[in-house]
Nanobody, 115 residues
Framework: QVQLVESGGGLVQPGGSLRLSCTAS????????MGWYRRFPGKGRELVAF???????NYADSVKGRSTISRDNAKNTVFLEMNSLKPEDTAVYYC?????????WGQGTLVTVSS
């Protein structure tokens, strides 16, 4: 059974930084393309970034230049570091495969950017 557990969210001031973590079990993250997604209140999820099994990364235009997705194979964990955070980054952040698999969504981690 695949389980994805996101952590690292919180309240941060505009311009601040956060590092989100996604620890996986039941799936080897290095063998899959893994993505970070976010859901704004009342809206669907959008892809923020992904990293392929080979380590190739890609970012949404909205976070490009401010975010870095990475992976620790030994810990079977995927990270999303976000800098220069803006109020419009406020959302619940999730990880999943890319394309996503509907049955394995975790609880997500809430990021709130506010002064």
């Amino acid at each position: 059974q695949v389980q994805l557990v996101e952590s690292g969210g919180g309240l941060v001031q505009p311009g601040g930084s956060l590092r989100l973590s996604c620890t996986a079990s039941g799936i080897v993250v290095s063998a899959h393309t893994m993505g970070w997604y976010r859901r704004f209140p009342g809206k669907g999820r959008e892809l923020v970034a992904f990293i392929t099994g080979g380590g190739i990364t890609n970012y949404a235009d909205s976070v490009k230049g401010r975010s870095t997705i990475s992976r620790d194979n030994a810990k079977n964990t995927v990270f999303l570091e976000m800098n220069s955070l803006k109020p419009e980054d406020t959302a619940v952040y999730y990880c999943n495969c890319h394309p996503w698999i509907s049955d394995i969504w975790g609880q997500g981690t809430l990021v709130t950017v506010s002064s």
